[in-house]
């Protein structure tokens, strides 16, 4: 959950790791500095070592949370949606929501367009590739030629 949670605030709301550091660090059971701060870097895409981990939150969510329990848990505007809609809401017609008592509790639109955002960071992440290749052949170029 946390390579989750930390992936989404990260890649699809592009905010920087430091900001929920402190956060999530009060959350987890089993905090260990040593660990959680590598970890957030990590997942955040800021080692350059691993392989870049973008999740689907409505993906893993319909997957590990099916009946949406851990949801109303946690996001209580959400603990009367139906089962069928729970994991987007935010397709819930509004005249439906006004019938069910929760118009105006529920985000009416995607907090992110997870696709649009998936497609800016690959072509970020591919410039970043790109500019560090040519870098290294235009050293080996100059090289060459000394």
């Known amino acids: 959950m946390r390579a989750l949670v930390v992936s989404f605030y990260t890649h699809n709301l592009w905010q920087p790791w430091q900001n929920c550091s402190k956060h999530l660090s009060k959350q987890f059971l089993d905090f260990e500095p040593k660990i959680h701060f590598p970890q957030l870097q990590m997942l955040a895409g800021e080692t350059g070592i691993n392989q870049l981990r973008i999740y689907n939150p409505v993906k893993n969510s319909k997957e590990h949370d099916p009946q949406g329990i851990f949801v109303k848990k946690w996001i209580t505007e959400l603990e009367n949606v139906p089962?069928?809609?729970?994991?987007?809401?935010?397709?819930?017609?509004?005249?439906?929501?006004?019938?069910?008592?929760?118009?105006?509790?529920?985000?009416?639109?995607?907090?992110?367009?997870?696709?649009?955002?998936?497609?800016?960071?690959a072509i970020y992440c591919g410039a970043i590739k790109m500019t560090l290749k040519l870098k290294k052949n235009v050293g080996k170029f100059l090289k060459s030629i000394r």
């Open 83 to 121: 089962i069928a809609c729970i994991h987007k809401p935010n397709l819930i017609p509004s005249l439906e929501q006004q019938f069910s008592g929760f118009f105006g509790k529920i985000i009416s639109l995607p907090l992110s367009n997870l696709l649009n955002h998936v497609k800016q960071l």
